[in-house]
């Protein structure tokens, strides 16, 4: 007994000296997003943008794209770190935001924003790589390392010059959320459902859907690679639309309807038809032109990001506090104010009204969710 009680004493000393990201990365993602859209809209409609980076829509996609969602990438994929290095990636991630936002061209912004998705990328990347058994598991390390790589591509091409690659580069940065959202969004929505749906006196038979979600993880994959080539927008845009056919039939087959009094499970379904319908859009741009593909972007940026990233940072704070989520009015709240924020978007693209409205739904939304995280410490 003597001998155990010291390793137990190690494990907990060990534990100690590690963290969850999420402590320092969910509030930090959350103030900003709640903070940067409104701020950068603001510049774009006023013609005084309050920072040289809010000037125009590249360094609103930017900000967006690789300030606030790579925040919450890393806040919900570093689960165990020790705190030099969570401190030295979220001052990495500060660099990088104050750089970009003070000067978008300089060197100082190039080298931080490199900086930070590098760290990033070396802390995420070999515990896929190491854990991973099964290949569908082990496509998550190559789509990380591409979504770290794209902001120091993006800032090449800015440097150098080349205006359209740039514009590429941000298309293909929402391509490839997209599909880590499809990936990872039914990593988290099929067990949750499945256990509640059992609580709830049913089964669920499909869970992982493993050949859906294959064919769902090659498809996409195909549809980002092909999306950068000029002339195979149609081919892009038919892989796209073929992808959201499959995200559909994934999303019905988990049956979130049978999960009675699961008000935060719908919202993340809800979040999941949103990139469905984006990535569906998305092809349509591309193969018909019926609308454009900025349009069809908000589906991903606004609806899809933003109802997933609210939900599940609200879910795992409460579930880390062991608060049941079930019973959460924030996070149905703060999915009905993305939903009409991503619909001003998409229904009204050129208006400009609806465009402030849009981002002042989008501030509110995050603004909720900071409230929930500040009452609701982390364990």
Known sequence: MAAAEPAAGRRRSSTARHHAAEKVFFPAATLYAAVVVPASVHGMLSGEPLLPAFATPAGHAHELLFGFALAVVSGYLINRVSAPRLAGLFALWLLARLS?????????????????????????????????????NQTIAPLLIALCAVPVLFHAAAASGVSWLSFVLLQEAVLLLALLMLFMGGRIIAPAAAGAIQRAGGHLEARVQPRIEGALLIIMALAVTTAAVPDARVTAGGLAILAAALGLARLLRWRLWAAAGRPDLWCLGFGYAWLVAGVALLGTAWTSGLLGATTATHAITVGALGTLTTGVMARVRLNRAKRDPARSLTIPLMAGTIAAAALLRILMPENMTALALASGLWALSYALLLILLVRIPPR
Do not use: C
Request: glycine share 10%.
């Open 100 to 136: 970009y936002l003070l000067l978008p061209g300089g060197a100082p912004a190039l080298l931080a924003n490199a900086a930070f998705p590098a760290m990033l990328g070396w802390l995420v990347v070999p515990q896929f790589m190491k854990g991973a058994k099964k290949w569908r």
